[in-house]
Every structure is written in structure tokens, then in C-alpha cells.
């Protein structure tokens, strides 16, 4: 029977890149009217990981003692793709 055990455990994940679009219209009006239009493309891509460190102790065959430690990080990242911006002034 073993008494001792220790483990040490890595998981690592990486996202797929997604593509998003941004179609954005406003129209103001007063005086003259004005139409802003944007227009972009996104990506966004990422990694987590984790590790796992655990220590077990049987004191007996009914009993044991438990311990473990985690760290995990997660980095994400977005960009922008084209970026176009237009406004149009109707006097």
C-alpha cells in the first residue's frame, strides 16, 4: 500500500480565432444632416492554462489527508481588424 503520492497536473487550452463584424449607423438631425457609418472586423484569440499540484497521505485504510495548490492564467486578445469610418454631411 502506498502512503504517500504527489501529482502534478497541466492543463492548457488555446481558443480559435473568431471573426466578428461591427456594422455601427447613426443619423443626427438639426440644421443639416449628418450620417456616421463604421464598419470593422475582429479577431479574437486566446490561451488559458492551469496546473495542479496535489499531495496525498493514507493514514490508514478509512482515513487520508488531501492537499493541493492550483495557478491557472488566462490570456485573451482582441484586435481590430479594417477599421473604416465615414461621415456624411447633407446641408
Not at 492543463?11 to 471573426?19: A, G, K, N, P, V
Request: aromatic share 14%; charged share 20%.
Amino acid at each position: 500500500m502506498v502512503k504517500w503520492d504527489f501529482r502534478l497536473e497541466h492543463l492548457e487550452e488555446t481558443s480559435i480565432t473568431f471573426t466578428g463584424n461591427l456594422n455601427d449607423q447613426q443619423t443626427y438631425s438639426d440644421l443639416r444632416s449628418v450620417l456616421n457609418i463604421q464598419r470593422a472586423t475582429t479577431r479574437n484569440h486566446g490561451t488559458n492554462s492551469q496546473y495542479t499540484f496535489r499531495w496525498d497521505y493514507d493514514i490508514n485504510k478509512f482515513n487520508s489527508l488531501t492537499a493541493s495548490l492550483r495557478y491557472g492564467k488566462q490570456d485573451q486578445m482582441g484586435l481590430p481588424g479594417s477599421v473604416v469610418y465615414r461621415t456624411i454631411f447633407n446641408h
